[in-house]
C-alpha cells in the first residue's frame, strides 16, 4: 500500500491514506518525494488526479461524512420530498442551514474545496511539467473539470436558486482559482461563478478534443469530454440556460445508451452502459460502516440500513403506474393488513405474514434487519457493509435535463417525446405515453425526474431550483413520515433554502 499525497483546502496540508486496486488509485508515497516533486511529470500528476477521484470516496472532518456519498444522502435525499429514513431530525428537517457552527453546514464547503485547491494545483503546474504534450492536455482537461463540479455543486447549497438571485448579482461563494490566490478573498456573485464554470468546461473540452483522449471502458472513474458536457448540462439547469443545457445533455448522453431493463434491476452497484461518471468501489477501496452504501444498500449489515431502511414517499409512490419497472423497486404493502406495518415508520411486525414474504423475496436482507413497507430495494452493496462503485452522471438524467429544457423553451410536444423515449423507449414501462403540455407537462417531468433518480442525490436540489413546496405527510395525513420529519417547508423558509457561509470560512476569510 501507499501513502498519497493531498494537498488541502484552506487551512492546512495534510496526508490522506489510500490503498491500491490494480493501477486504480495509484498514488506517490510521501516518504519519497515532495510536493513540488508531485507536478514534476505528467506520470506523477496522473497520480495527483487519480487523488481528486480518492477524495470523492474519503472520509473527511468526522465520522459519517464521507465524500460525494454524503452530499448525496444528507443534502440530496433526506431533507428532499420523496425519501424517509428514521435518522437525524438535524438533517432532514434542515435545522442546520443557518448553523455556521454545525459540521454539517461546514463539510460541503470543506469537501469541494478541497477538490478546488487540489485541482488549483493541477491546472497550475501541469503545463510546466515533464511529459507528452497531449498527456498534460487531458490531465488539464481532467482537472479543469473536477474544478467545475465542484463549483457546480457548491453553488447549489451555499447559492440562491437562480430565480431568487437577481439574474446572478446575489452573492454565492468564493471564487479560488490559483494557489497563488489570497486566502482574503469576497463573494462572488453567482453569475461569476457559472461564467468560470463555463470558461472551464469549455477549456476542457477543447483540450479532450486536442488530445483525442479515450478512456479507458472499464475505469469509469476517469474523466472524459462526456462528463465534462454532464457536468456542464447540470450547470445550465440550474442556472436555467435551457439553450445551454439542451445542447450539452444531448453531447454528454450520445455514447451512454440507457440499460436494459435486467440492468435496471440489479442493484445500481456497478456502471451500466448509461453510467457516464462514477467513483471507483471494491473491497479493498471503502468505508465501511461509513459509505453511502452502508446507509443505502438494502441488503447491507450496517446499523444505518438494519435498523432504519430507506422508503419511497407514500404519496409520491402511488402516483406511479404499476406497469412502471421502477415502482417495482420499492416494497408494496397493497393487500396486506395496516396492522402488518406501522403506518408512518412503515416497519414491519417481526411475525406478519407481510415481513416473512418481504424476506422470502429478498433473502439478501440481512437476518436482523427491520423490513418495511415503502422500502427501497433499487440501491444493493457488491460487498458489505457498503462496497458499491457510487454513480455521479447517467444519460437518464440527461434526457431529463432535454425534457426540461425543451419544456421551458415553448417545445412541449419535443420535450413529451424524450420522456417517452426514457420511460417507454428504455421498456421501464412499455404502456407510458405522454401528450401533456403546460403546467400538466411540467409536473409530469417532476414525477419522472423524482422516480428515475430517486435516492441518487437529486431530491433536495430539484425541490430548491424548482422553487417547490416540500410536504412530508403522517400516515394519519395520507402519508408515511414518521412524526418527527411530518413538516412542510416552503420556499421561502430557511433562508429561502441557501445555506450560510461556514463560520469556519468567515474566521479564516476577513472579507466573508
Request: proline fraction near 4%.
Amino acid at each position: 500500500m501507499k501513502i498519497q499525497y493531498i494537498k488541502y483546502a484552506l487551512l492546512t496540508t495534510v496526508f490522506a491514506l489510500g490503498s491500491c486496486s490494480d493501477d486504480y488509485l495509484e498514488t506517490i508515497p510521501t516518504n519519497q518525494t515532495s510536493p513540488e516533486n508531485v507536478f514534476k511529470t505528467t506520470e506523477t500528476i496522473a497520480m495527483a488526479i487519480n487523488g481528486l477521484a480518492k477524495i470523492m470516496t474519503t472520509q473527511h472532518i468526522g465520522q459519517g461524512y464521507n465524500g460525494e456519498g454524503t452530499i448525496k444522502l444528507y443534502f440530496g435525499e433526506y431533507p428532499g420530498n420523496n425519501f424517509r429514513k428514521d435518522v437525524s431530525a438535524s438533517i432532514a428537517n434542515l435545522e442546520n442551514i443557518e448553523n455556521t457552527n454545525s459540521s454539517l453546514n461546514a463539510y460541503p464547503w470543506h469537501y469541494y474545496y478541497m477538490l478546488i485547491t487540489n485541482a488549483n494545483e493541477i491546472i497550475a503546474k501541469v503545463d510546466g511539467a515533464d511529459g507528452p504534450a497531449n498527456d498534460k492536455k487531458y490531465l488539464k482537461a481532467q482537472a479543469l473539470a473536477y474544478r467545475s463540479f465542484a463549483y457546480t455543486m457548491l453553488v447549489q447549497i451555499y447559492g440562491n436558486r437562480w430565480i431568487d438571485s437577481n439574474n446572478g448579482e446575489t452573492k454565492s461563494v468564493v471564487l479560488r482559482l490559483s494557489p497563488s490566490d489570497s486566502k482574503e478573498l469576497p463573494l462572488s456573485p453567482l453569475k461569476d461563478v457559472y461564467t468560470q464554470i463555463y470558461k472551464d468546461l469549455d477549456l476542457a473540452i477543447q483540450l479532450f478534443n486536442e488530445s483525442a483522449y479515450k478512456r479507458d471502458a472499464t475505469k469509469n472513474y476517469f474523466i472524459d469530454a462526456s462528463v465534462a458536457h454532464a457536468i456542464y448540462a447540470r450547470a445550465a439547469l440550474n442556472r436555467q440556460d435551457y439553450t445551454v443545457a439542451l445542447k450539452e445533455a444531448g453531447l454528454a448522453k450520445k455514447d451512454y445508451p440507457l440499460m436494459s431493463t435486467t440492468a435496471y434491476k440489479a442493484g445500481f452497484a456497478n456502471p451500466t452502459s448509461e453510467w457516464i461518471w462514477s467513483s471507483y468501489g471494491a473491497a479493498d477501496e471503502q468505508l465501511h460502516y461509513f459509505s453511502y452504501g452502508a446507509y443505502m444498500g438494502y441488503n447491507s449489515n450496517a446499523g444505518a440500513v438494519r435498523n432504519t431502511p430507506s422508503r419511497i414517499s407514500k404519496e409520491f409512490f402511488e402516483t406511479l403506474s404499476d406497469s412502471d419497472i421502477r415502482k417495482g423497486l420499492f416494497i408494496d404493502p397493497t393487500g396486506y393488513p395496516v396492522a402488518d406495518y406501522n403506518e408512518d415508520t412503515g416497519l414491519t411486525v417481526t411475525k406478519s405474514q407481510f415481513n416473512k414474504d418481504i424476506r422470502a423475496k429478498y433473502p439478501d436482507i440481512q437476518g436482523d434487519a427491520k423490513t418495511a413497507a415503502y422500502m427501497q430495494v433499487k440501491v444493493k452493496n457488491n460487498v458489505n457493509p457498503g462496497v458499491m462503485h457510487l454513480n455521479h452522471f447517467r444519460s437518464s438524467e440527461m434526457f431529463l435535463i432535454e425534457a426540461e429544457a425543451l419544456h421551458f423553451l415553448g417545445r412541449d410536444g419535443e420535450s413529451a417525446k424524450v420522456l417517452e423515449a426514457l420511460t417507454k423507449g428504455s421498456g421501464r414501462d412499455v404502456n407510458y405515453t405522454c401528450t401533456k403540455v403546460g403546467k400538466d407537462l411540467f409536473n409530469e417531468i417532476v414525477k419522472y425526474r423524482g422516480i428515475e433518480l430517486w435516492g441518487e442525490g437529486f431530491d433536495w436540489f430539484d425541490y430548491k431550483r424548482w422553487n417547490l413546496t416540500i410536504e412530508k405527510k403522517m400516515g394519519s395525513q395520507g402519508g408515511n413520515a414518521s412524526p418527527t420529519f411530518a413538516k412542510t417547508f416552503t420556499p421561502e423558509m430557511n433562508n429561502k433554502w441557501t445555506w450560510r457561509i461556514p463560520k469556519a470560512e468567515s474566521d479564516y476569510n476577513p472579507n466573508i
